[in-house]
């Protein structure tokens, strides 16, 4: 029984030994075809399964080929589940860096719609809280543990002030047109004021002429009957 036993866990350490070769030998042609423009999804969705020792390293690589082929929402994914797992310190911020790249990446802006800007801006904040949420960036001025994930994050919080002050110009422009089209109801309302008066005075002055003929005509007669 302890025999067999034995075996079987000689059995289970050769089949992990041989899946730990396969991943390194297979990751180092993943990457060779990386670096020369072929991002082979199936080749790195592969290599996600059944790999317990550096399970992190399958899912970023996994990711870094989702991104490369511009489905960005799947390497999002790829990189919570890196994330996840048991990552060095010193390889965490690499992941947050290409992680908040991603989330940049699904930004569809259209500068001319309100809406648009406001997703835009959220989205762009929610990247920089995962540069800034282990510390790879800080959120003031004083930099991270890493100067690329700090960088990046200065760089995306330009782009959020560039929007915010397109969205402050647009609203004072909609003020303004706000005010003109105020100034324009008021300028019309008082014409028709103008109006209004111009006719009860032409009214009156018509009426008074028709009292006076009247008056007129009725002196004629008294002083022709006198």
Known sequence: MKRKIIIAIYIILICFTLKFAYNIVASSILLEKYNNGQYSESQAKALTYINFPQKYVANYNYGNVLYQNGNYESAIE?????????VPKYKECSIRINYALAICKTVQLNENDQDSIKDAIK?????????????????????????KAQQLKEDIQKEIQR??????????????????????????????KIKNIKEEATKEQREIENQYKNYRNDYDKTEKNW
């Open 163 to 192: 929007l915010k002050k397109i969205q402050k110009d647009d609203s004072s422009n909609e003020n303004d047109k706000e005010e003109q089209t105020e100034t324009k109801d008021n300028s019309e309302k008082i014409e028709d």
């Open 78 to 86: 790829e990189y919570k589940k890196a994330l996840n797992t048991i």
């Open 123 to 147: 989205t762009y904040e929610n990247a920089i809280d995962v540069l800034t949420e282990n510390g790879c960036a800080n959120k003031n001025n004083k930099n991270g543990h890493s100067q």
